[in-house]
């Protein structure tokens, strides 16, 4: 089967929609993400995919799959990546840690409840616990990326030593203080 062409940078994920070594090294060093988890997941066109379809979203993670929107292939942002890598990726953790089947009945539960609450569709979504986590992660990528320092060392990485280990200390040097 012919490949798309996506934008995706192929130094965070490859052509085969998973994460490279030097990115699994950096979210199990930096957020303590399971390595299976990140070894599990596949990243893959949304677009004639039921799943997405339904549901048309930015990007949905469904079990061990991240879909992504049509917007999201042509993001060639290296920044922009890291934040999307690391919130479906929070997902894919807490899915691998609940289970499937209970993730998603609780994220629908919660949905329905936050929505009886706020009304407002987004806002009921935001506050979605599920939700929270990840975005709590993501803006600490965010934050990260923020320290011109960082993407510097980071886009060497990618560069000259794209290595599990690597990634691995550099995570772990910048989250500290996280756990
Ligand atoms: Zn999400």
């Known amino acids: ?12 994920i490859t ?18 993400f399971s390595e299976s ?17 339904h549901s048309k979203p930015n990007a949905i993670t469904w079990f061990n ?16 990546w890291m934040r999307y890598i690391v919130h ?22 919660d949905y329905f409840q936050q929505k009886r609450n706020v009304k407002e569709a987004h806002q009921a979504y ?13 803006y600490l990528m965010a934050d990260i990326l923020t320290k011109t320092d960082f993407l510097e060392q980071w886009e060497g990485l990618l560069e000259t030593n794209p290595s599990f280990s690597a990634g691995f200390e550099l995570g772990k040097k910048y989250f500290l203080n996280k756990f």
């Open 37 to 53: 988890s990140l070894r599990n997941t596949v990243w893959k066109y949304g677009p004639g995919n039921f799943i997405y379809d």
């Open 1 to 12: 089967m012919q490949k798309r062409r996506t934008n995706i940078p192929t130094t965070l």
């Open 65 to 80: 799959k991240v879909y992504y929107a049509e917007i999201w292939s042509n993001e060639d942002n290296i920044a922009i």
């Open 126 to 138: 935001l506050n979605i616990y599920w939700e929270e986590l990840a975005y709590s992660d993501e």
């Open 88 to 109: 479906e990726q929070r997902h894919r953790y807490d899915i691998d840690i609940s289970g499937g089947i209970r993730f998603y009945t609780s994220y629908l539960q």
């Open 15 to 32: 052509s085969e929609g998973k994460l490279t070594e030097v990115v699994i090294g950096f979210l199990v060093g930096g957020f303590g």
